[in-house]
C-alpha cells in the first residue's frame, strides 16, 4: 500500500522554465491538497480539490496551476518557475471530515 | 497566514524525560491534529482531536484541546531518541472543506 506517491522527489529547474509535479494517492480519497513548506514557515496550502472536478484555491496560490485528473490524481504546475517558488512541496489525500490527512515525501524543488 | 502558533519553537530534552509542546489558535475550529515530521521526510499524523473533545490518548501521547482559550497541548511521556523531531498542529476550521492552518513547527530533541 503506498500512500500518497510524489514525483520527482528533486527537481533543479532555471528562471522562466515549466514544470508540472505529480501526485497519486491509492486509498480512494475524495480531497487532496497541495502545501509548500518554506524554513520557519510550516506548511501554506497552494491549492486544493475537495471533490474529483473540482479545484480551489489555498492562501498562496499565485504562480501556479492545479488539474484534478481523476479520483486519484492530483498536479500542480509552475508555468513560469520564479526563485521565489524555490521549497518543498508537499502533496496529501484525505477520505472524510474529521479524518487526517495522508501526506507524500514531498518534492525538493529549486529554481534557480 | 498561520493559524497555530507552537510554544516553545524548540525543546532539547532527556530521553526518558516528557515533552509539552502547546499550540494557540486564533479561529473556531472543526478539529485540532496534530503532527510529527522527521528530517527530509513527509508529515506523519499523530493524533486528531474534535472540537468537542477535551482529551485524547494514543500510546505515549495525550492531547488536551481548550476551546475557550483556542489552546491544544501534546504531551509526549518517557521521551526516546527515536521522538527527535519537528511537531506541528494543525487546524481545520468550520465548513466542512478540511483545509488545514499549519503553525511554524516545534523542534524536539531527545538527547540519549
Known amino acids: 500500500n503506498a500512500g500518497v506517491t510524489q514525483t520527482p522527489k528533486f527537481q533543479v529547474l532555471k528562471t522562466g522554465q515549466s514544470m508540472t509535479l505529480q501526485c497519486a494517492q491509492d486509498?480512494?480519497?475524495?480531497?487532496m491538497y497541495w502545501y509548500r513548506q518554506d524554513p520557519g514557515m510550516g506548511l501554506r496550502l497552494i491549492y486544493y480539490?475537495?471533490?474529483?472536478?473540482?479545484?480551489d484555491k489555498g492562501e498562496v496560490p499565485n504562480g501556479y496551476n492545479v488539474s484534478r485528473l481523476n479520483k486519484r490524481e492530483f498536479s500542480l504546475r509552475l508555468e513560469s518557475a520564479a526563485p521565489s517558488q524555490t521549497s518543498v512541496y508537499f502533496c496529501?489525500?484525505?477520505?472524510?471530515?474529521?479524518?487526517?490527512?495522508?501526506f507524500g515525501d514531498g518534492t525538493r524543488l529549486s529554481i534557480l | 497566514s498561520q493559524q497555530g502558533e507552537e510554544d516553545p519553537q524548540a525543546l532539547s530534552i532527556q530521553e526518558g524525560e516528557n515533552a509539552t509542546m502547546n499550540c494557540s489558535y486564533k479561529?473556531?475550529?472543526?478539529?485540532l491534529q496534530w503532527y510529527r515530521q522527521n528530517s527530509g521526510r513527509g508529515l506523519v499524523h499523530l493524533i486528531l482531536?474534535?472540537?468537542?473533545?477535551r482529551e485524547k490518548h494514543s500510546g505515549r501521547l495525550r492531547v488536551t484541546l481548550d476551546t475557550s482559550k483556542k489552546s491544544s497541548s501534546l504531551l509526549i511521556t518517557a521521551s526516546r531518541a527515536a521522538d527527535t523531531a519537528s511537531y506541528f498542529c494543525?487546524?481545520?476550521?468550520?465548513?466542512?472543506?478540511?483545509?488545514?492552518?499549519f503553525g511554524k513547527g516545534m523542534k524536539l530533541t531527545v538527547n540519549p
Open positions: 479561529t473556531s475550529i472543526n478539529n
Open positions: 480539490s475537495a471533490s474529483e472536478g473540482t479545484t
Open positions: 482531536i474534535r472540537s468537542n473533545e
Open positions: 494543525a487546524t481545520a476550521g468550520q465548513g466542512g472543506s478540511e483545509k488545514l492552518v
Open positions: 496529501a489525500s484525505t477520505g472524510r471530515s474529521n479524518q487526517p490527512q495522508h
Open positions: 486509498m480512494n480519497h475524495n480531497s
